[in-house]
């Protein structure tokens, strides 16, 4: 006769300590990452004074960062706003809507799509590169020469970076708001014979300059996270090549996850209180 | 019967007494540290006296590379103290502001073990960093600076200066590193293996640099390493690190002859002794 035992039964009281005791470690752990890479934050804020000793690295980041993820963004954000279109469209069709599609696509893209396409874009791209860049580094003892030589790696190597990636992220995001409305336009008139005029003051009656500024923001601070996460973790690096890769994959995970928790928190307090006091 | 505990080794080696007409640069005294519960170091006694070279031997993971960044300023010892008796000043390592730690680095040269050069820049960049980020001299004085350092490391700097440490070989690029520890002309140089995984030919020559330095510029250096060929070479005195305590300190002819069980097996390289037994009961821990 066989019994069949429940998963209660199964775990027995120390499985049950254990699995609390092993979940509440984890947390703690990230509670501790977040904190330090907070740390590194501040610490980037009071070196800013000394921006403009670093304003060659930092134009040089932007070049790696920023122009090299151009061609990328504008692709992706072109095909997703003919995407979108392809599929509210055929909805918009049956009430006969269609000269409305301005408005779902502009609102979404300059709201949403803009600033998450070039976030996720940039930390795929960008961060992981950082992070693998300043762990080769931290491994090498690149890292502590420039301490011994009394060089602050925050001045040196984290500030540039931070600032070329929140400098970089609005205007990669502006050209992402455009080239993607410009791909649901183009759907709109060919598939579904709304004019581009008419898309165009479509999108312009539902977009206002709080909604431009706001993606804009929500940009630069995406920016400021994956920037700090990348440089942390790089910096953080320890066990050789393996922990480069360890590092990578963490910036990326923990990014695209910050960003994400980021832009609900933002888009809440955009939506839910500056708006009404704006409109 | 050669073996002996722990309390006799120490006891056969006491501190060596720092002869009356020479002073040291930097007293290391009772430092202990711990990562965790794994005691690394376990009460060091050392003194490093201005002018010499001295070599500290030990084993893998004998906490040689956690001893020398402690005189980096790296690390900060669990307990007891580092002083650092500059002509000028004295400065206490383990308990320095970070003023007085900047202070204590502007004077100090490191040699890292993989020379720690920035892959993105060029070696006229690499040694010129310090010149231009922490002393801001204009491009001319670092490029002068940079060439001078270069010719005392023997390197041609018109053919290299503009290039990337990974066009250069590896012995290059340690001679690059040396030239970046020596280009603002320290008062200590601290090498962290300076010849581990060089071919023998590369290893003389940095070992004929590191001698040659040190009569031109006269000054303080310490070197851990366990390439016992090479601090024979190179040592004015040499020390030996064993499980978390200099057990044996001396002149290097006195060394050589030193009495202590672990260092004789070191120096004859067998395989029967102290070491290989700490070894198998799982590294000198
Ligand atoms: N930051 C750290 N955290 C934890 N353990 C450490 C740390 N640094 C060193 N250790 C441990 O301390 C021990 C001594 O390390 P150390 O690097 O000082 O040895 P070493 O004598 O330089 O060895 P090697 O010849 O292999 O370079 C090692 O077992 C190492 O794992
Ligand atoms: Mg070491």
Redesign the interface.
Same mark, same amino acid.
């Given at each position: 006769m066989s019994r069949k035992t429940t998963l209660f039964e199964r775990m027995d009281h120390s499985t049950g300590v254990k699995a609390v005791e092993s979940v509440g470690r984890a947390a703690m752990e990230r509670a501790s990452l977040g904190g330090r890479a907070l740390l590194l934050f501040i610490d980037t804020i009071y070196q800013l004074p000394k921006t403009a000793r670093s304003l060659p690295q930092i134009f040089r980041q932007i070049e790696i960062c920023g122009i090299g993820s151009l061609f990328v963004l504008a692709l992706i954000a072109f095909l997703t706003g003919m995407i979108m279109a392809l599929q509210t469209g055929s909805e918009l069709l049956k009430f006969g809507a269609q000269n409305n599609l301005g408005a779902i696509i502009g609102a979404t893209f300059v709201r949403e799509f803009g600033p998450m396409w070039a976030a996720i874009i940039m930390l795929a791209r960008v961060g992981a590169a950082m992070a693998a860049e300043l762990g080769t580094m931290a491994v090498n003892e690149e890292v502590d020469a420039l301490r011994v030589m009394n060089i602050n790696p925050v001045r040196f190597l984290v500030l540039p970076r931070m600032l070329a990636l929140i400098v970089s992220m609005p205007l990669l995001t502006v050209i992402a708001d455009y080239v993607g409305m410009f791909g649901g336009a183009l759907v709109a008139s060919y598939v579904y014979g709304s004019p581009f005029d008419q898309f165009l003051d479509s999108a312009r009656g539902i977009l206002g300059n709080l909604d431009f500024y706001s993606g804009l923001a929500k940009s630069m601070v995406f920016g400021a996270i994956i920037a700090t996460i990348a440089c942390d973790r790089g910096l953080h690096t320890t066990d050789g090549a393996e922990g480069v890769g360890r590092s990578t994959n963490q910036t990326v995970v923990a990014s695209v996850i910050c960003v994400l928790i980021a832009n609900l928190m933002m888009t809440g307090f955009v939506q839910q209180i500056l708006k009404p006091v704006f409109e | 019967m050669n073996q002996m505990t722990r309390d006799q080794m120490e006891a056969a080696a006491p501190l060596a007494a720092v002869p009356a007409d020479q002073k040291s640069l930097i007293e290391i005294r009772d430092l202990y540290k711990s990562f965790g519960r794994r005691h690394i170091l376990r009460g060091i006694n050392l003194d490093v006296i201005r002018g010499e070279t001295l070599v500290i031997l030990g084993g893998s993971g004998s906490g040689k590379t956690t001893l020398l960044r402690h005189l980096?300023g790296?690390l900060r010892p669990d307990e007891g103290s580092i002083a650092v008796h500059f002509a000028d000043s004295t400065m206490r390592l383990d308990r320095a502001s970070h003023a007085e730690l900047?202070a204590y $680095?502007?004077r100090?040269g &490191?040699i890292?073990?993989?020379a720690?050069?920035?892959?993105s820049m060029t070696v006229l960049e690499n040694v010129g960093?310090?010149l231009v980020? &922490?002393r801001r001299l204009p491009p001319q004085v670092v490029y002068e600076k940079v060439i001078v350092a270069l010719q005392k490391v023997y390197l041609p700097a018109g053919e290299i200066l503009h290039l990337k440490p990974a066009a250069l070989s590896g012995g290059m690029r340690k001679r690059v590193g040396i030239a $970046?520890a020596i280009v603002q002309e320290p008062e200590l140089i601290l090498y962290d293996e300076p010849t581990t995984g060089l071919d023998p030919v590369t290893v003389s020559g940095v070992n004929e640099l590191t001698l040659d330095l040190q009569k031109r510029l006269g000054v303080t250096s310490v070197v851990i390493t366990h390439d016992i060929h090479a601090a024979f070479i190179i040592a004015d005195r040499i020390a030996m690190l064993y499980k978390g305590r200099i057990i044996a300190i001396g002149p290097k002819d006195e060394f050589r002859a030193h009495p202590n069980p672990v260092v004789q097996q070191l120096l004859t390289g067998s395989t029967q002794g102290p070491l290989t037994e700490a070894f198998l009961q799982g590294q000198a821990t």
């Amino acid at each position: 006769m066989s019994r069949k035992t429940t998963l209660f039964e199964r775990m027995d009281h120390s499985t049950g300590v254990k699995a609390v005791e092993s979940v509440g470690r984890a947390a703690m752990e990230r509670a501790s990452l977040g904190g330090r890479a907070l740390l590194l934050f501040i610490d980037t804020i009071y070196q800013l004074p000394k921006t403009a000793r670093s304003l060659p690295q930092i134009f040089r980041q932007i070049e790696i960062c920023g122009i090299g993820s151009l061609f990328v963004l504008a692709l992706i954000a072109f095909l997703t706003g003919m995407i979108m279109a392809l599929q509210t469209g055929s909805e918009l069709l049956k009430f006969g809507a269609q000269n409305n599609l301005g408005a779902i696509i502009g609102a979404t893209f300059v709201r949403e799509f803009g600033p998450m396409w070039a976030a996720i874009i940039m930390l795929a791209r960008v961060g992981a590169a950082m992070a693998a860049e300043l762990g080769t580094m931290a491994v090498n003892e690149e890292v502590d020469a420039l301490r011994v030589m009394n060089i602050n790696p925050v001045r040196f190597l984290v500030l540039p970076r931070m600032l070329a990636l929140i400098v970089s992220m609005p205007l990669l995001t502006v050209i992402a708001d455009y080239v993607g409305m410009f791909g649901g336009a183009l759907v709109a008139s060919y598939v579904y014979g709304s004019p581009f005029d008419q898309f165009l003051d479509s999108a312009r009656g539902i977009l206002g300059n709080l909604d431009f500024y706001s993606g804009l923001a929500k940009s630069m601070v995406f920016g400021a996270i994956i920037a700090t996460i990348a440089c942390d973790r790089g910096l953080h690096t320890t066990d050789g090549a393996e922990g480069v890769g360890r590092s990578t994959n963490q910036t990326v995970v923990a990014s695209v996850i910050c960003v994400l928790i980021a832009n609900l928190m933002m888009t809440g307090f955009v939506q839910q209180i500056l708006k009404p006091v704006f409109e | 019967m050669n073996q002996m505990t722990r309390d006799q080794m120490e006891a056969a080696a006491p501190l060596a007494a720092v002869p009356a007409d020479q002073k040291s640069l930097i007293e290391i005294r009772d430092l202990y540290k711990s990562f965790g519960r794994r005691h690394i170091l376990r009460g060091i006694n050392l003194d490093v006296i201005r002018g010499e070279t001295l070599v500290i031997l030990g084993g893998s993971g004998s906490g040689k590379t956690t001893l020398l960044r402690h005189l980096m300023g790296m690390l900060r010892p669990d307990e007891g103290s580092i002083a650092v008796h500059f002509a000028d000043s004295t400065m206490r390592l383990d308990r320095a502001s970070h003023a007085e730690l900047d202070a204590y $680095r502007d004077r100090l040269g &490191v040699i890292f073990q993989g020379a720690a050069l920035l892959n993105s820049m060029t070696v006229l960049e690499n040694v010129g960093l310090p010149l231009v980020e &922490v002393r801001r001299l204009p491009p001319q004085v670092v490029y002068e600076k940079v060439i001078v350092a270069l010719q005392k490391v023997y390197l041609p700097a018109g053919e290299i200066l503009h290039l990337k440490p990974a066009a250069l070989s590896g012995g290059m690029r340690k001679r690059v590193g040396i030239a $970046r520890a020596i280009v603002q002309e320290p008062e200590l140089i601290l090498y962290d293996e300076p010849t581990t995984g060089l071919d023998p030919v590369t290893v003389s020559g940095v070992n004929e640099l590191t001698l040659d330095l040190q009569k031109r510029l006269g000054v303080t250096s310490v070197v851990i390493t366990h390439d016992i060929h090479a601090a024979f070479i190179i040592a004015d005195r040499i020390a030996m690190l064993y499980k978390g305590r200099i057990i044996a300190i001396g002149p290097k002819d006195e060394f050589r002859a030193h009495p202590n069980p672990v260092v004789q097996q070191l120096l004859t390289g067998s395989t029967q002794g102290p070491l290989t037994e700490a070894f198998l009961q799982g590294q000198a821990t």
